[in-house]
């Protein structure tokens, strides 16, 4: 079978070309470039999200960050009164410095702190001590007054009863953080 090639043959081969060439290029245009420009936008996003990701760590990374610096300031204001602690210290304290602790007693009910939202609070305590020395007492209370803990030791006196005795009282506010779990329990 051979194949004249005339005009009219030319020219239907010629517009079934065209016609295949239209086609290519109109599924360029309106199917496969579309496709193209959403996979660039969604690579760009992608990108995109992965640089902030980077930039900022992920929820938990940030918690576990945030809970590291609170724990942090635990040692000067612990979750809770915590106050037996703080006793155990200060009994302590007082025996390295030559002082008996006669009596301690909380002066009121724990109070929020102004000027904080009521999750910080303090308590009030009066300490009534001997000691053979005045001296003693003032280590005593310097001493706590550099604990990692805050002592907001406002009230410190003391007077001489005899020859080799003095007594004194000092009175002291310990702060602490009351989360809201532990607040709705009381």
Do not use: C
């Not at 009121?108 to 003693?136: C, F, H, R, W």
């Not at 005795?165 to 989360?179: E, I, Q």
Request: proline share 3%; no cysteine; net charge negative.
């Amino acid at each position: 079978m051979n194949l004249k090639w005339n005009r009219v043959s030319f020219v239907m081969a010629f517009v079934l070309g065209l016609l295949v060439l239209a086609t290519f290029i109109f599924g360029q245009v309106y199917f496969l470039d579309p496709i193209k420009q959403r996979a660039a936008r969604a690579a760009l996003l992608v990108e995109e999200q992965m640089s902030l990701k980077a930039e900022y760590p992920p929820e938990q990374t940030l918690l576990d960050d945030y809970r590291q610096k609170y724990e942090e300031t635990w040692g000067f204001l612990p979750e809770g009164e915590k106050v037996n602690q703080e006793l155990v210290v200060l009994e302590s304290i007082a025996a390295e410095e030559n002082v008996i602790v006669q009596q301690i007693a909380r002066v009121g009910e724990p109070q929020p702190i102004e000027g904080l939202d009521e999750s910080y609070m303090k308590s009030t305590y009066a300490v009534e001590m001997t000691s053979n020395t005045a001296g003693n007492m003032q280590r005593l209370v310097e001493r706590l007054e550099g604990l990692e803990r805050i002592w907001n030791i406002y009230s410190f006196g003391f007077e001489k009863l005899d020859e080799e005795s003095f007594s004194g009282t000092f009175t002291f506010d310990l702060f602490y953080y009351v989360s809201a779990s532990e607040d709705a329990q009381h």
